[in-house]
């Protein structure tokens, strides 16, 4: 069978421009390349499906067709494209509520638990709830009250240490809250809370 | 064969059917929870019921195909035109192990959304997508055309979207809008395969295609099966293709990500098997499947020894277990599969039941992240129904996880190669990582003193003013925090019941597994029952 170059060449470009539109972050682009993306395979369905030929229905035909046209890839091309619009339609809502929480973009942002992994520390980590004690390597009841060469510290000293540290799986103001807590029993300063709702 | 009584093509096409039409029933009756309940409960029943005649038949006598439109016989030679739909053993294994699913996580759904008060809002849109779920995955297995599987996989994938994004929080909306993306990309390739397919074999019918696959170069069968295997890859999270996975399915409620856990990865190895085993015989993508999953079986192990929330690390334990059932499949042998089908059947049950698990250590302490947790042991009935799955899961004697694994691991032996041996050892020690990783949830979660986890004290107070807009979706429960509903519990309870089942009764289920892989391995049965008897 012949092959239409022309369209072949439409199915790339489209292909190759979905493509490129899906590694985008923007939701609203990714929508653009799936949709380009869908309509070079529908075409590529009808392309591959064979030439032009007689209408499918029983007593009509064309002039100088041969064979009969395919019926079944173009029933699968309007499956694929009611598919497709469904889904367009859905992601279209979900770019709304995007829009809606980020307020000014719609792009996507990485997943938290991948940022907490890819940026995390010994510090982090999780369970680190106890440190081994350095010389028993025993679990002990002091938690991470050890410098980095493993002597003991004091709990002013650790509250020191970690009054910078960020708790990446709370929310900021909550770790604020719990060290001024700290700092409030131990070095009795005086800090000014933080108003409820903390600062969005 | 004998011949097919007549309501044997309507009990096929009831999986299918009755979930839809119950789906526009709940719509309509949408004002009234009871009747959406009692209407869910009562078709997922249905289908319940007519799976396990279906497998009771196809035990009994073989392979049945029903061809809707049925135009095949009217002098057209290119056989049946129409929409086949077919149940073998494999298919009806895989229909009723995955309507009990459905049936016990619809009870217990059903039993949180009585506790959470769901009833005060106007309209429920859980139960008409969970039922349009239902009809997706039960009519992926029955599918005997490619185009009817893509159709079948984009109806569950539209219902899922859905499920996932419920109440369309920040996160869920983000890791809903990832999702969506990585399953419409999987599914164009999927179509694009299918546009490959039609154009190879000039027919989408699954035995069809595979009689004239036969006379196909290898170099063509190779590409199509290659890109048919990346767009089930992506389905069924395979290695390299799997990282949207662990970003996806925690963020949603417990029942939806248990459900997502048990069977929407399932039916991407479910295609897989019809794949590999009717379309393209002779195993050409053996190796890199092999390699696949051995990779799949290690890093998502690994990934979950990272973890501290406990859905995030089940749902990378959920990962490292399909690279088992990827090695089964592509042992290529007899055995192999019959271990594969079962170690299926095995997970299905267990990673429901660990995360409809982790939907009552939620309600129960208000969180389920390891760094919060401690204590739990202080309510037996829970500790009990995470113990026996996750020791299930990891594979301790005398559970179905062992079972499922030596037979995998005979398998592997019994090929002899040196990459079976290589993936018999990687399955060895991904399934003590397994064990380490449920030891640790049992220690930190269970074990300890709650005090003494890093967070503990944020757990016991109440729900933080400050978190309003919560990031946490464990917080979402937080109202209810202490309780076990009994709604909850039973369903739970039978599920990990189920998964008691294919230990005591292992023998009669791995016989029967072996007769499903001895079935789908000879190709002739299923393309006798779809073409009739001159099935070549």
């Known amino acids: 069978m012949s092959v239409n170059l022309g369209l072949l060449i439409v199915i790339g470009v489209l292909a190759a421009c979905g493509a490129y539109l899906l590694m985008e972050r923007s939701l609203i682009r990714m929508l653009f390349g799936l949709l380009l993306c869908g309509n070079a395979i529908n075409l590529l369905i009808l392309v591959v499906s064979g030439g032009m030929g007689n209408p499918p229905i029983m007593g009509r035909s064309s002039e100088s067709r041969a064979s009969d046209a395919d019926p079944l890839a173009q029933a699968m091309i309007l499956t694929a494209i009611v598919i497709t619009m469904g889904v367009a339609a859905f992601v279209l809502s979900l770019v709304y509520r995007l829009f809606v929480i980020n307020r000014d973009d719609d792009d996507l942002e990485d997943d938290t638990e991948d940022v907490k992994i890819l940026s995390g520390s010994l510090d982090t980590a999780p369970d680190r709830d106890r440190t081994d004690d350095p010389i028993t390597l025993a679990d002990t009841a002091a938690g991470d009250l050890y410098d980095d060469e493993g002597n003991p510290i004091t709990p002013e000293e650790f509250a020191a240490r970690h009054a910078e540290m960020i708790e990446t799986d709370l929310m900021p103001e909550d770790a604020d809250v719990i060290d001024e807590n700290v700092r409030d029993n131990d070095s009795a300063i005086s800090v000014s809370r933080p108003e409820d709702g903390g600062s969005r | 064969m004998t011949p097919q009584p007549s309501w044997i093509p309507v009990l096929i096409t009831l999986p299918t059917l009755v979930p839809i039409l119950a789906a526009a029933l709940t719509l309509l009756g949408g004002r009234s929870p009871r009747f959406q309940r009692s209407i869910a409960v009562g078709a997922i029943s249905v289908v319940f019921i007519a799976s396990c005649i279906l497998l009771y038949l196809t035990n009994a006598r073989g392979t049945f195909a029903v061809t809707i439109g049925g135009w095949g016989d009217k002098g ?88 996932l994004t419920l109440g369309a929080s920040p996160e869920r909306v983000r890791a809903g809008a990832s999702y969506v993306m990585v399953s419409m990309v999987s599914s164009l390739i999927f179509l694009s395969g299918i546009a490959f397919a039609y154009a190879t074999t000039g027919t989408l019918n699954l035995a069809e295609m595979a009689a004239r696959l036969d006379n196909v170069p290898d ?58 085993t009717l379309l393209f015989p002779g195993g050409s993508m053996d190796t890199v499947l092999l390699i696949a999953g051995l990779l799949t079986m290690l890093i998502g192990i690994f990934g979950a020894i990272a973890q501290s929330d406990i859905k995030r690390l089940l749902s990378f334990t959920l990962v490292s277990h399909i690279g088992y059932m990827v090695f089964g499949i592509a042992l290529s042998s007899r055995f192999g599969l019959s271990a594969a089908i079962y170690y299926v059947a095995h997970h299905i049950l267990v990673q429901t039941t660990l995360f409809l698990v982790v939907g009552l250590i939620e309600r129960q302490a208000g969180s389920s992240s390891l760094r919060r947790l401690g204590g739990l042991i202080s309510t037996p009935v829970l500790a009990g129904l995470f113990l026996i799955p996750a020791l299930n899961l990891g594979g301790i004697p005398p559970f179905s996880g062992f079972i499922g694994k030596v037979a995998l691991l005979e398998a592997g032996a019994q090929d002899g190669s040196v990459l079976a041996w290589v993936l018999v050892a990687g399955s060895v020690v991904t399934s003590l990582l397994t064990l380490y990783v449920m030891a640790r949830v049992w220690t930190k979660g269970f074990w300890r003193a709650r005090a003494d986890a890093p967070e503990g004290e944020l757990a016991d107070q109440g729900p933080s003013a400050l978190i309003d807009e919560s990031a946490d979706i464990a917080f979402d429960d937080r109202a209810d925090v202490g309780r076990m509903p009994i709604g909850m519990v039973i369903p739970t309870a039978v599920m990990v019941g189920a998964g008691l089942v294919l230990t005591l009764w292992a023998g009669p289920i791995i016989g029967f597994t072996d007769r499903a892989a001895t079935d789908i391995a000879d190709r002739g049965i299923y393309m006798e029952a779809v073409l009739g008897g001159d099935g070549r």
Not at chain 2, 124 to 136: H, Q, R
């Open chain 2, 219 to 276: 170099g063509t069968r190779n590409a199509l099966f290659a890109v048919l295997l990346v767009a089930f890859g992506i389905k069924a999270a395979v290695f390299p293709l799997s990282t949207w996975l662990p970003d996806s399915y925690p963020t949603a409620p417990a029942p939806v990500t248990a459900v997502f856990a048990g069977l929407l990865t399932k039916v991407g190895v479910y295609a897989i098997i019809r794949a590999h």
């Open chain 2, 76 to 163: 057209f030679p290119n056989g049946p035109l129409g929409i086949t739909l077919v149940v073998d053993q494999l298919a009806a294994l895989m229909l009723v192990v995955s309507t009990i699913v459905l049936l016990c996580v619809v009870v217990y759904a059903v039993g949180q959304g009585i506790r959470d008060g769901t009833s005060q809002q106007p309209v429920s849109i859980f139960l008409p997508s969970y039922l349009i779920l239902t009809a997706g995955v039960c009519n992926a297995f029955l599918a005997g055309d490619l185009f009817n599987l893509y159709v079948s996989f984009e109806v569950l994938l539209a219902a899922s979207f859905v499920l």
